[in-house]
């Protein structure tokens, strides 16, 4: 057999699941299992108590509450590509999710276990982060609500204490006339992104930059948000767009390197998608074209 | 951990009611083949890119070899053994296989269980999905020898029988 030997659990509830985390120890939480069976396949994790909670209700679903859009973690990726209201009110997140894996792992992938997992080049939460979204755990000591941006502590490391589980996340939708892109670059489709660029923004009656969201995955120890970017080219002319101070920032990047991809091709990679992704953007906004 | 821990599991494989009692570390995809003796699901990356083995579970097409056999407790899979219908012990290939075998759309045949599998979810729900559509189901499936355009060329074949367009 090819995962190492575990004990199982497959709570019903939350509170259920809490208190195995609580009495276990080296337990891990499976959610759609789209990276951890890999994981535990290859060996490269080997908890002693396996936590599924795929049988927990409750865990799923997208509803809207004002200005947020909350989804349950367990909430399948498929779900999130098929929702009315997620194509309505965080279209970035509908354009972004059609890049995660394929049909088939899509089918059984969920959005809290890609952010709890939180691979660098991972859409979900570069999506998260470009929205300003807010995580919800269940702990021991009861609820806790986190920023992404908080959460998000370094290279496959989130701010979940090993006795939390992450139960959903709101995303901040933005106004109606709001603009937005999502590009990937990898080697083939539904490989991992090499970089990724998510973009958000909204226009004034002058058309100019009156909000700006410039988020890169796959280039950072986690999303990276370009506040300076966003920044400087807030208040600009959307039409025929200076991008030099993007160009700056992602020059100064902390980029990862490996054999594969060099730093310095990541750092290009990113402004280049950015040339092409913030005009998307802009055009969009422009164009006020509210999906719903 | 001294003793392999093991769980008692039912489901329904192909229209089949079965009940196993398996370790809980097994694989959905190893209990199908080893378990069941349904080795026409293959296994081929066992880590979820090449699509060999890809199922249906509830309806929608999944990676076997990305569930424990145990978290299938109480579901309906259906693997490549429940497509071709025999009646009488004679056995009629289904709409998809029989185009599969037309149109040359496999040669080793070693990925062609998991992609049957996927496109019989696509024209499920999409009984007239553009050749793009096809593609994209197919970019989940890693398939060295035949390459997928005749792959491509058979499912919208079988998507036209499958609709009745002709005969």
Redesign the interface.
């Known amino acids: ?8 659990h ?1 709570p019903f509830t939350v509170v259920e699941a809490l208190r195995i985390l609580e009495t276990h120890s080296n337990a891990r939480v499976l959610a759609g ?2 990276s951890l ?2 994981m ?3 060996r490269i994790a080997s908890p ?1 108590h ?1 936590v ?1 909670i ?1 049988r927990i209700a409750g865990l799923t679903g997208i509803r809207e509450e004002g200005a947020w859009v909350t989804i349950g973690s367990m909430t399948r990726q ?1 779900e999130i590509e098929f929702s009315p209201l997620v194509r309505a009110r965080l279209p970035l997140l509908a354009e972004a999710i059609t890049w995660v ?5 899509r ?2 992938g969920t959005v809290g276990g890609s952010l709890c997992h939180l691979d660098p080049s991972a859409e979900q939460p570069t999506v998260a982060m470009a929205l300003d979204a807010v995580v919800e755990i269940a702990g021991p000591r009861g609820q806790r609500e986190m920023s992404m941006r908080d959460f998000a502590v370094d290279v496959m490391t989130s701010a979940l204490a090993p006795t939390e589980i992450l139960t959903a996340v709101r995303m901040n939708a933005w106004s109606a006339r709001h603009g937005w892109a999502f590009l990937e670059f990898a080697r ?3 490989d991992f992104a090499i970089v990724s660029v998510a973009v958000l923004v909204e226009l004034d009656g002058q058309q100019r930059i009156s909000r700006l969201s410039l988020t890169l995955g796959g280039v950072c120890r986690t999303p990276f948000r370009l506040r300076a970017s966003e920044q400087a080219l807030t208040g600009m002319q959307g039409d025929g767009i200076d991008l030099a101070p993007a160009r700056r920032e992602c020059d100064g990047l902390d980029a990862m390197s490996d054999p594969q991809v060099p730093a310095w091709y990541r750092r290009r990679v990113a402004f280049t998608l950015l040339t092409r992704a913030i005009p998307v953007a802009i055009e969009r906004a422009r164009r006020g074209r509210n999906p719903r | ?1 001294s003793t ?2 093991a ?1 008692e599991i039912t489901l329904t494989v192909n229209g089949t009611r079965c009940t196993r009692t398996v ?5 959905l995809a ?1 209990f199908l083949r080893e378990d069941l003796r349904l080795t026409g699901t293959h296994l081929g990356c ?3 890119v090449c ?1 060999a083995c ?1 199922v249906i579970v509830d309806g ?4 076997s ?4 056999a ?2 299938a407790d109480g579901s309906c899979v259906e693997t490549v053994e429940g497509l071709a219908a025999t009646d009488e012990g004679k056995t009629t290939l289904h709409p998809l296989q029989q185009a599969f075998w037309d149109r040359h759309g496999l040669q080793c045949g070693f990925c062609t269980p998991g992609i049957l599998m ?1 496109l019989q ?2 024209l499920r729900n999409s009984p007239s999905p553009s050749e793009e559509d096809v593609r ?2 197919l ?2 499936h890693l398939c060295r020898c035949t390459g997928y355009q005749n792959i491509v060329a058979a499912t919208m074949d079988a998507a036209a029988t499958l609709r009745g367009d002709r005969g």
């Open positions: 057999m090819k995962p190492p030997p575990f004990e199982y497959a299992g789209q069976m890999p535990l396949n290859m002693d396996l599924d795929n498929r894996g394929h049909r088939q792992t089918n059984r083939r489709h539904g | 951990m392999e821990s769980r370790p809980v570390r097994k694989l190893d066992e880590h979820g699509g890809t929608v097409s999944a990676r070899c990305l569930m424990l145990v978290q996927s979810e696509l994209l189901t970019s989940g």
